[in-house]
């Protein structure tokens, strides 16, 4: 199985080829982590996409929310926000 995630070392490869399949393992590293982060965090993907178009429609939209925010849990001598 190990044969298959990587590309074959030869006796005699120089330096180059070395970094290039160090590049390889770690970019396949890096989507195997990308990949869980997605399975992950996908059901918030939605969420994302909307609070993007938000700000893109208006870039006011995050303060409007903290202050309502702040407004709903009583101000900030709330315990909760300090």
């Known amino acids: 199985m190990l044969a298959l995630l990587s590309l074959p070392i030869r006796d005699n490869a120089d330096q180059d080829d070395l970094v290039r399949i160090a590049d390889n393992c770690v970019s396949r590293i890096e989507n195997c982590f990308s990949q869980l982060f997605m399975a992950k ?3 918030f993907v939605q969420v994302y996409e909307s609070l993007s178009k938000a700000l893109n ?5 995050i303060l ?3 202050q309502m925010y702040v407004n709903i849990v009583g101000g900030l001598d709330t315990p909760a926000l300090l």
Do not use: E, H, K, V
Not at 57 to 61: H, Q, S
């Open 41 to 43: 965090s996908g059901q």
């Open 57 to 61: 429609n208006d870039p006011n939209y």
């Open 64 to 66: 409007q929310a903290l």
